[in-house]
């Protein structure tokens, strides 16, 4: 059967016509309305994640004074046993205190380490090759000084305080110069193995509500120290170009970044604090 349009009647045209201009509406004004609504909402989540940013960096910053404060007050123990004893002397590269040998003394050294559960302590003796571990209250598998970021702060007299690796174990360290007779002669480490601190990452995580998006990565290397447990092999590494951008913010001024990861898309909002020496970050799906 063919159409006739000719034996349409007005109202059939007039209700063609309204069914044309109502999809149209949809279109022109339904469309937008969801654009604005998503937006509205992307808005609120990015609000919410920058105000727990903010709390979260509030917290670690006061943690971390604290970690230094305590890191400050092992090292001041040990001078002070040091001065108690009469000073340390070195022959034959076996140093003493007081009658006392040094060199892989762990006992000693775990009565200024234990002083805050959790910190080891170290001292590194200055040779003609570097800095090398004569006494420690952990096993390395290398003794050697290996971040020159410490050594170029010790040479300079002036006290270290920052993330680092020990024979690739992530610590937040302390280091002082030791100086016998006026002399530098060595290095007084203490520090915090910071696993410990992924180790805990359920705690950390809990401050954020945006799938447990709370990250921290460290300045030098691209390291991540708090990842949410389960997404440590997918978040190991920030992707490069993330990471390059970061670097350039160092204002400590909240940042966005939106990236694809794995291909899923994510909005980051972050910051870099200088109290902690990372960037503090909550990162979540683009919906």
């Known amino acids: 059967m063919i159409f006739d349009r000719s034996k349409l009647t007005a109202r059939q045209y007039m209700n063609g016509w309204l069914i044309i201009f109502g999809i149209i509406a949809v279109i022109v004004i339904a469309f937008p309305l969801r654009w604005s609504i998503e937006k509205q909402l992307g808005d609120s989540i990015e609000q919410t994640a920058i105000s727990e940013l903010k709390g979260a960096t ?18 001041g123990a040990a001078e002070s046993y040091f001065k108690l004893k009469g000073g340390i002397t070195i022959t034959d590269d076996v140093w003493q205190v007081g009658g006392e040998i040094i060199n892989n003394n762990v006992e000693l050294l775990k009565t200024w380490a234990n002083i805050t559960p959790g910190n080891d302590f170290m001292i590194y003796q200055k040779t003609s090759s570097g800095y090398v571990i004569i006494a420690s209250t952990r096993n390395f598998t290398d003794n050697t000084l290996s971040d020159p970021r410490i050594a170029q702060a010790i040479e300079k007299n002036t006290l270290f305080y920052d993330h680092t690796m020990l024979c690739g174990v992530p610590y937040i360290v302390t280091a002082k110069p030791l100086h016998i007779n006026g002399e530098l002669k060595g290095i007084l480490l203490t520090g ?6 992924q180790d805990n990452n359920e705690a950390m995580t809990s401050m954020s509500f945006l799938s447990n998006g709370f990250m921290i990565w460290t300045k030098d290397p691209n390291y991540c120290l708090v990842v949410p447990n389960g997404m440590e092999k997918d978040w190991a590494k920030m992707p490069d170009d993330v990471y390059n951008e970061m670097a350039r913010s160092k204002d400590g001024k909240i940042r966005t970044i939106d990236f694809t990861h794995l291909g899923t898309d994510y909005e980051m909002v ?6 902690i020496f990372s960037y503090v970050q909550l990162i979540y799906p683009i919906f």
């Open 270 to 275: 972050f910051l870099y604090s200088e109290k």
């Open 58 to 75: 509030d917290k670690i910053e006061i943690m971390t004074d604290w970690c230094d404060e305590r890191h400050r007050h092992i090292i």
């Open 192 to 197: 915090r193995d910071e696993t410990m601190i």
